[in-house]
């Protein structure tokens, strides 16, 4: 969970980028630029799902949310490519530019490093940035329940998947799914240590079992021991999505690399 303060910051800066372009554009057109404009579509689900790929989600990312400082020579096409090469393929890439250091242009500029799936992490508040991430060439968004009550979180999916993406959903408890039609989202991010600070078994049951079919779980954690995915792989649990300051870590992408290696023998290139 983000503290208050900074979450206040990030909705502020949100909600005045989203007045800016009310304040341009009329949103029945935006609605309607969106639709002319032409985008492969990877889908991550399926991508994750492949028997043939690393079931594993890479976010990339300048700067680190919670943490201090940036990294130095980002080259989100370079760094692609290095992670093409171990096969990765799905890649949550920051488009907000003050707290994430990120940028909208990255997402096609990564797109065009290999044949990826990219699910755009913002912070989303309003129907016209899925818009945006629409025109951006998006696969899918990231949704969070610490900034969307389940109605809107149901609402935003729903535009999303209408667009042609695959709407994500980070949260928190199973209730945040209420008001969602489990059958367009792509999957559902929880952290590691579950709900309550401790890994509950029954809370990944309850995610297996969800109405009206069983619903894709992704845990958001740090690096993975063998023991750890057999353990996740009991719960029926089999993706994974690295956490945000992964690449902060000392030789980030040699330990990746040796996780995969560890965890995957039968799935590298």
């Known amino acids: 969970m983000l503290k208050k303060k900074l979450q206040d910051a990030i909705v502020k800066l949100k909600l005045k980028e989203v007045t800016q372009i ?5 949103i029945g057109l935006i609605r309607n630029a969106v639709f002319s404009v032409g985008t492969d579509f990877n889908s991550a689900q399926v991508t994750l799902n492949n028997s043939k790929t690393i079931p594993v989600i890479v976010p990339l990312q300048r700067k680190y949310l919670t943490g201090n400082g940036e990294i130095e020579n980002y080259e989100p096409f370079k760094l692609t490519r290095s992670l093409s090469k171990m096969n990765l393929a799905v890649f949550l890439v920051a488009s907000d530019r003050e707290f994430m250091g990120g940028d909208p242009a990255h997402i096609k500029l990564v797109k065009t490093g290999a044949e990826i799936s990219v699910i755009q992490h913002d912070f989303f ?5 899925i818009y945006q991430a629409k025109s951006y060439g998006s696969d899918g968004i990231l949704l969070d329940s610490e900034f969307l009550d389940s109605k809107k979180l149901g609402l935003f999916s729903e535009v999303a998947f209408q667009l042609g993406m695959e709407p994500f959903i980070k949260i928190d408890s199973t209730t945040e799914l209420e008001n969602i039609d489990h059958e367009i989202i792509g999957g559902v991010v929880i952290e590691k240590e579950g709900i309550s600070g401790v890994l509950k078994s029954e809370f990944y049951r309850r995610m297996k079992e969800a109405k009206p079919s069983p619903l894709p779980v992704i845990v958001r954690t740090p690096w993975l021991s063998p023991r750890e995915i057999d353990y996740f792989r009991d719960q029926g649990i089999h993706h994974f999505l690295l956490n945000d300051d992964w690449l902060w870590q000392p030789d980030a ?5 040796r996780m995969i ?4 023998p039968d799935r590298q290139l």
């Open 125 to 129: 508040i309003d129907e016209v940035q």
């Open 22 to 26: 009310k304040k341009k554009f009329e």
């Open 253 to 257: 992408l040699k330990v990746l690399e």
């Open 261 to 264: 290696q560890n965890n995957w």
